[in-house]
């Protein structure tokens, strides 16, 4: 379980786009997996990467700190745009929301597709790619899920 982070139904709708650009060939454990990583950016609350993230639509729009460019590629790339979720989808995002986060990613700050639009998945990094602060955790499918280093962002592995 995680911290309950206050929400309306936008936030909902626009974490279920999120979820479901980034991971729905992956089915409903890795858009639970990729949700989680979402509303975990905003329970931790840690500088300078998710410092003052105060809702889930902070987190979604975040850009990479000095450039300007979106964290996330469904942002960068539109796809996050044209997800139609459906209630299942939208209930996946209000229980994450309501702190049920995937057990596996619970821990889990970042993740990243190496091979988008690829049938396979290229072997995940040792670090997060711009993140060098950040330790390769799991994968899952295509994505490749990440934990920060022993003394970054403390606050949130209390």
């Not at 999120?18 to 991971?23: D, K």
């Not at 469904?74 to 939208?90: F, I, S």
């Not at 990243?112 to 390769?136: D, E, L, W």
Request: net charge positive.
């Amino acid at each position: 379980m995680g911290r309950r982070i206050k929400h309306n139904s936008r936030d909902v709708e626009e974490l279920a786009r999120l979820m479901m650009a980034e991971a729905i060939g992956e089915g409903a454990q890795g858009m639970n997996m990729v949700g989680s990583v979402v509303a975990n950016r905003v329970e931790a609350d840690c500088a300078p990467d998710f410092k003052n993230l105060r809702n889930i639509r902070h987190a979604i729009y975040q850009t990479i700190p000095g450039t300007g460019i979106p964290h996330f590629e469904p942002v960068l790339n539109g796809t996050l745009y044209t997800q139609r979720p459906k209630e299942a989808d939208l209930q996946r995002a209000r229980n994450l929301l309501h702190g049920d986060r995937d057990p596996r990613a619970r821990m889990n700050l970042w993740f990243f597709n190496p091979s988008p639009g690829q049938k396979y998945r290229a072997p995940c990094s040792p670090t997060m790619p711009r993140s060098p602060m950040t330790k390769f955790d799991f994968s899952h499918k295509n994505h490749c899920f990440y934990v920060a280093v022993p003394g970054y962002c403390e606050e949130f592995y209390r």
